[in-house]
């Protein structure tokens, strides 16, 4: 019996594996993708979608609170109470919903599926499940772990974003462990229901490589939310439920929260790749090295996703695991990590794109910025959605765009006209010169255009 050698094998279902996965059969290649737990990975059961739905939630609960001020009687709307079981119930139905859809497209394209944990026997062979498995070429989309923090021996009272969806009900207290994206998520969508957050970040700034005016504005969605920010503050020691921490003056502080959440930075999960680095698959800092279409240093062996380090977002995977199949296939093109687009889930919402004002001057551009306030837009007003602003951060010598900063309801939204306008290097002429619909969140960005050549027209 002739042995049957994939074109393609996959390990890892999330968003980088997934996506490979269906390009790849949609492609002619023949297909096997092997995941040790859930398809959809780390994003659609434990990340991105469950923690998404949360919030809407959390949104939606802030919002009946101020129902009478929208004109809204005859209900107590005050009485409404947060219930972390249900709000969890609703999450699981929509990453049901999702993964499901993703396996019947597995399934649809042709792609087999096998539930397993990989083992990476040489550079044209794994083993999943006691069999032996030959390809031509394999994509490693093994994604990332969280943590717990070295201290940490007790877990009883101590979480990670992965786990804790499994508390039962809402604490009185938190404390965050690193003001990254996912830990200041978590802390804005904790504060939100009521729960007294503190979030503590080891460096004196917060989220230093975002721009200065999406930092001050994050701050401001902290305080307003009443957590209790601590910078250049380490955690060094957890015992009988309190957390000792050491600030930058070497003065040392105990906190004592109901719960605790350890936000730290990712660590790539290279579980049973060991093969590959003896064969000289190099690693940087802990993560697969790979280029700009997700090669690593073994020519038929490729890493997408946060298994390398780049970027650690779902999008950014899949954008990854298209381009490695393309180069597969003799058809890529390298990508352009500049027009990865950031994503921060709270109220407002904050997104980013391109370069910051400070790494664009940095380059030695001559910058120019324009910036709207969501306070002169109609349809923030009406929604009663009017925090934020719309940031563009452009090159005065030819006018392109270098960087667009939102942060407004719908930011995660809006920076997509942002990417595309970039892509196809757009200048602030270009923008302004498109109608945009009335009234819409999207005009703050025309707005925005207008407000940097010097012509603003509903703002000062």
Not at 57 to 84: C, H, N, Q
Not at 376 to 390: C, P, R, T
Not at 407 to 415: E, K, P, R
Request: net charge neutral; proline share 3%; glycine share 8%.
């Amino acid at each position: 019996m002739t042995e049957k050698i994939y074109d393609l094998a996959i390990i890892g279902g999330g968003p980088g594996g997934y996506v490979a996965a269906l390009r790849a059969a949609q492609g002619g290649l023949s297909t096997v993708l092997i995941e040790k737990e859930a398809i959809g990975g780390m994003c659609l059961n434990w990340g991105c979608i469950p923690s998404k739905s949360l919030i809407s939630s959390a949104i939606l609960y802030e919002k009946m609170l101020k129902a009478e001020k929208y004109g809204l009687t005859g209900v107590d709307f005050k009485a409404i109470r947060p219930d972390w079981g249900k709000m969890n119930d609703y999450a699981q139905t929509v990453v049901q919903r999702l993964t499901r859809g993703v396996k019947a497209l597995l399934d649809k394209n042709g792609v087999e599926t096998i539930l397993g944990a990989a083992e990476v026997q040489n550079k044209q062979s794994l083993k999943v499940n006691e069999q032996i498995l030959r390809f031509k070429n394999l994509i490693i989309a093994t994604g990332s772990n969280y943590p717990l923090p070295d201290f940490v021996k007790d877990e009883v009272n101590f979480y990670t974003p992965r786990t804790i969806y499994g508390i039962q009900e809402l604490p009185k207290s938190l404390t965050v462990i690193g003001a990254g994206v996912v830990g200041v998520e978590f802390a804005l969508l904790f504060a939100s229901l009521g729960v007294k957050v503190t979030l503590l970040e080891k460096h004196k700034e917060l989220m230093s490589y975002m721009d200065v005016d999406l930092i001050a504005a994050l701050k401001l969605a902290l305080k307003k939310n009443k957590v209790k920010l601590i910078t250049d503050a380490n955690a060094s020691k957890y015992d009988n439920g309190g957390l000792t921490i050491k600030k930058g003056d070497d003065k040392e502080e105990i906190l004592s929260s109901e719960i605790y959440l350890g936000a730290l930075p990712r660590t790539a999960n290279l579980t049973g790749l060991d093969a590959l680095v003896k064969a000289g698959m190099e690693m940087k800092n802990g993560f697969i090295r790979s280029d700009l279409r997700a090669r690593t240093t073994l020519p038929n062996i490729y890493a997408v996703g946060d298994v390398n380090g780049k970027i650690m977002l779902a999008h950014v995977a899949s954008a990854e695991g298209t381009s490695a199949v393309e180069t597969i296939l003799g058809e890529g093109k390298d990508l352009v990590y500049d027009l990865m687009p950031y994503n921060l889930y709270a109220k407002p919402e904050f997104a980013s794109v391109g370069l910051t004002q400070q790494e664009a001057e940095k380059r030695g551009f001559l910058v120019e910025t324009g910036k709207f306030p969501m306070t002169a837009n109609g349809k923030a007003l009406a929604d009663d959605s009017a925090d934020g602003f719309v940031k563009v951060v452009y090159d005065k010598k030819y006018g392109e765009i270098l960087g667009v900063h939102i942060a407004a309801d719908n930011a995660t939204d809006l920076i997509s006209e942002s990417v595309m306008a970039m892509k196809v290097e757009s200048t602030v002429w270009d923008v302004a010169s498109a109608v945009h619909p009335h009234p819409t969140f999207s005009e703050a960005f025309l707005e925005a255009t207008f407000k940097a050549m010097k012509q603003p027209l509903h703002t000062l």
